[in-house]
């Protein structure tokens, strides 16, 4: 596969890595951006995987709960000052009454239902668009339904910029289940418990730890000991349970969920634009062409 300027420019984006360095590591990996990744983590040149796109629409989340049931969505716009609009808040709310009421199994099933006032979701979306002038998308929703033993936390950072609803089993703790929330939003784990990280993930950062401390120069008899110790430190950085807790250091959050009778039962967190592209513009440079004209 030919290299390309755009894929270097993401490899570099993704690491931190230089130039020379990304284009010979995708040229090593045959242009594979995971494998590329990996590559300059062995070399030591790139400090740790991010691979999460950068944040990049704008909009909004919302996380509303009504009894047993509650609903996590995602709102896109173009720009952030119609996010704060008061007409986007008023569509987000209404957007979520709607998925709570019909529980939609998808988007697609979503924006094809009726409203009660007869007219579908997406007609709905395109009338606030038309009122703001502003492309709007329902992007993605999550709806949780939980027994009375259970609860719901809700949280939202930044007005909506992230937003985290967690279901807590065994205890009706919300205080609880918010804080838990709370955390999840601040640490951005991937999975709730060390089972849920499938055997082909833990085995390729096995193999990259391993690369990393033989090019450190560390005898082959002692790297198998180190390699696991690195192995248990990864799963404190993405599993929810493993991690110190940020209202308590000294606690983990499995063992504050337990001191109030619970266990986590799953948790959704929306960061707004996260895997979106969004076109970069230079203002000044707009500026200036508009000035010279």
């Given amino acids: 596969m030919a290299v390309t300027a755009q894929m270097v420019k993401e490899l570099r984006e993704k690491t931190g890595a230089g130039m020379m360095d990304c284009k010979k590591a995708l040229t090593e990996t045959n242009g594979d951006m995971d494998q590329a990744i990996d590559y300059l983590r062995e070399k030591g040149i790139a400090k740790a ?67 009660d006032n007869g007219s579908s979701v997406n007609d709905f979306i395109n009338s606030a668009i038309a009122k703001i002038g502003e492309k709007i998308t329902l992007r993605r929703f999550t709806i949780l339904t939980k027994t009375e033993n259970d609860a719901f936390g809700a949280y939202l950072h930044m007005g909506g910029r992230i937003g985290v609803l967690t279901l807590l089993e065994g205890t009706t703790d919300e205080d609880a289940a918010k804080d838990v929330a709370m955390h999840i939003a601040a640490v951005n784990p991937k999975y709730v418990s060390r089972d849920q990280v499938s055997a082909e993930e833990a085995d390729r950062e096995r193999k990259v730890l391993t690369e990393q401390a033989l090019n450190e120069g560390k005898p082959e008899n002692i790297v198998a000991k180190m390699v696991e110790g690195r192995l248990g430190k990864y799963f404190e950085d993405i599993c929810l349970l493993d991690q110190s807790f940020v209202k308590n250091p000294d606690q983990k959050v499995k063992d504050f969920v337990q001191s109030k009778g619970g266990t986590v039962n799953t948790f959704i967190r929306y960061e707004v634009g996260e895997g979106i592209e969004k076109r970069q513009d230079n203002f000044a440079e707009e500026v200036m062409s508009q000035v010279k004209k």
């Fill in 49 to 115: 995987a991010k691979k999460a796109d950068r944040i990049a629409a704008e909009g909004s989340t919302l996380v509303k709960v009504n009894g047993n049931d509650a609903v996590i969505l995602e709102v896109n716009s173009e720009t952030d000052f119609v996010a704060k609009n008061e007409g986007f808040k008023d569509l987000l709310n209404g957007l979520a009454d709607f998925l709570l009421a019909k529980k939609p199994a998808d988007i697609d099933a979503a924006l094809a239902e009726t409203m």
